[in-house]
């Protein structure tokens, strides 16, 4: 490797680190038991449609 190439690593990935830590006062939040509670539903819903049909 030349010693003036620069291999990204830490520096490329430093702003998309800073930009996911942020919180976003206008983002929706959702508790992820209600997306577990939601997938189960929807989990035994199609079972029973399955069922029915």
Same mark, same amino acid.
């Given at each position: 490797? %030349? ?10 990935s ?9 919180e %976003?006062?206008?983002?929706?939040? @959702? %508790?992820?038991?209600?997306? @577990? ?17």
């Amino acid at each position: 490797m %030349d010693k003036g190439q620069n291999t990204g690593g830490l520096m490329s990935s430093a702003g998309l680190v800073r930009y996911f830590d942020s919180e %976003d006062s206008n983002a929706i939040r @959702i %508790d992820p038991k209600t997306v @577990i509670a939601f997938g189960l539903l929807m989990g035994v819903l199609v079972q029973l449609l399955t069922f029915v049909s």
